[in-house]
């Protein structure tokens, strides 16, 4: 009896340190996630900080900088003048992509359509339709690639012709989209002289591109599509820029007097994140430099191998000192 009751001691005390040492481990790991969580935040906020206090120097120029950043993983989020509305220039051929996906998606117009290049549609600044004859038939995939990859303006306008901006405007609502807007074609800028402007911010642009990733309006097959659309864009002087050559980054530029912007999403081995950057009335290479700044100082908090010593202050000050006026861009529509 009393060797039954010494061995079910020993079990009791067996399962007890077993269990004992399950909730160890289990404390273990959440403690280490915490502080990992933690270490992100606080370099995220200390990214933040840096921005600001950049910014804050050069607001007298009557220059905007709207930056949305948000990490996909902690969902944390860098937001700087973000709800700040901002031409689009071809920022807006993100929504125009969405929309058109959103259609087809719901089976009211296929991305085997033709669509006709007439002489209502050519215009000027980036792209290679406008070489062509009038008379020319494209599919709508076809016009969407060349928009996003290469930001062809004839493709843009042919689009928006195909959908209607009335129709374009709505939808953009439905996609949660709160201060965007297209009121003109792209490279329609005798309506812009007038007053006439398409506006987004970077945070209706940082969401979209957010459901996009999550695959959250459409379809996954066509949410697929538009990543890899994204993917393939040729124009890299601004966030893909100091970045390795490896990193894959979905984005789309945006080019023209006066302002200049690229937003996109980042994938990164220890995670991804999404950057938009929104600059007007600074000097359009030094608002790529400033974009691309950006972007590697944000880049460097996900790569351990990469050394960042100096502050952002420091890399580009040049921005703040110097004359951010001059050569403010053309209307290239996307470049």
């Not at 010494?6 to 079990?11: D, G, L, Q, T, V």
């Not at 700087?80 to 259609?103: D, G, H, Q, R």
Request: one cysteine or more; aromatic letters at 8%.
């Amino acid at each position: 009896m009393k060797r039954q009751l010494n061995k079910s001691y020993f079990i009791l005390s067996l399962i007890n340190l077993i269990l004992f040492l399950l909730v160890g481990i289990f404390v273990y790991k959440i403690n280490s996630s915490y502080e990992k969580f933690v270490l992100e935040i606080e370099r995220l906020e200390t990214l933040k900080k840096e921005l600001i206090d950049y910014i804050s120097k050069i607001k007298d120029n009557n220059c905007k900088i709207s930056i949305y950043i948000k990490d996909l993983s902690t969902q944390h989020i860098i937001d700087i003048n973000s709800k700040e509305p901002i031409p689009a220039a071809s920022i807006i051929k993100i929504p125009i992509m969405t929309a058109v996906y959103y259609l087809v998606d719901k089976g009211e117009i296929s991305l085997d359509d033709l669509l006709t290049y007439k002489k209502k549609h050519r215009c000027g600044g980036a792209g290679i339709i406008k070489n062509y004859h009038y008379g020319k038939k494209y599919k709508v995939k076809e016009l969407i690639d060349l928009m996003i990859s290469i930001s062809d303006n004839v493709a843009t306008h042919m689009l928006i012709d195909y959908v209607g901006m009335e129709r374009l405007n709505l939808i953009f609502k439905r996609l949660g989209l709160k201060n965007t807007n297209i009121n003109r074609y792209v490279m329609d800028l005798v309506s812009r002289d007038k007053g006439i402007e398409n506006y987004t911010t970077a945070e209706d642009i940082g969401m979209l591109l957010e459901k996009i990733y999550k695959k959250e309006l459409i379809s996954r097959e066509y949410s697929t599509e538009m990543l890899l659309l994204l993917m393939r864009q040729k124009i890299t002087d601004r966030i893909p820029k100091k970045l390795p050559k490896e990193v894959v980054v979905a984005h789309k530029t945006g080019l023209m007097r006066n302002v200049c912007h690229d937003t996109g999403i980042v994938y990164t081995k220890n995670g991804d994140f999404i950057i938009c950057v929104l600059i007007e009335n600074i000097n359009c290479k030094l608002a790529k430099d400033i974009i691309s700044e950006i972007a590697y100082k944000t880049y460097s908090l996900y790569d351990k191998d990469i050394s960042y010593t100096k502050t952002f202050s420091e890399k580009i000050n040049g921005a703040i000192y110097g004359d951010s006026s001059i050569n403010t861009g053309v209307d290239t529509g996307g470049n």
